[in-house]
Nanobody, 123 residues
Framework: VQLQASGGGMVRAGDSLRLSCVAS????????VAWFRQAAGKERKIVAR????????YYDDSVKGRFSVSRDNAKTTSYLQMNSLKPEDTAVYYCAASLLYTGARDPELYEHWGQGTQVTVSS
């Protein structure tokens, strides 16, 4: 499956953005989908994850209550709604998909990756 992430941009603190991850080549329905981010000079870290059914979700503590992950398997798309953005949310955001693992936070366990989209939040 090929993934393409989009929706990033430059916003001010407190603004919102919605990232999209569109899959092609295969249905996304069989994959656990996760969103990661990587700030300059830092390791890639999971932000949110959604189960294949869309029922189960996980959020890093840093984004709980502000970010929301969803998916539309019919449209083979996952979304990351980001509200109340902070300067520390500035990073390149990636979507990833795993066929094998359902609860992974380690980026090494995700087989498929989108190309990343830059999110910059100014104070």
């Amino acid at each position: 499956v090929q993934l393409q992430a989009s929706g990033g941009g430059m916003v001010r603190a407190g603004d919102s953005l919605r990232l999209s991850c569109v899959a092609s080549g295969r249905s996304l329905g069989n994959y656990t989908v996760a969103w990661f981010r990587q700030a300059a000079g830092k390791e890639r870290k999971i932000v949110a994850r959604i189960s294949r059914s869309g029922i189960g979700t996980y959020y890093d503590d840093s984004v709980k209550g502000r970010f929301s992950v969803s998916r539309d398997n019919a449209k083979t798309t996952s979304y990351l709604q980001m509200n109340s953005l902070k300067p520390e949310d500035t990073a390149v955001y990636y979507c990833a998909a795993s066929l094998l693992y359902t609860g992974a936070r380690d980026p090494e366990l995700y087989e498929h990756w989108g190309q990343g989209t830059q999110v910059t939040v100014s104070s």
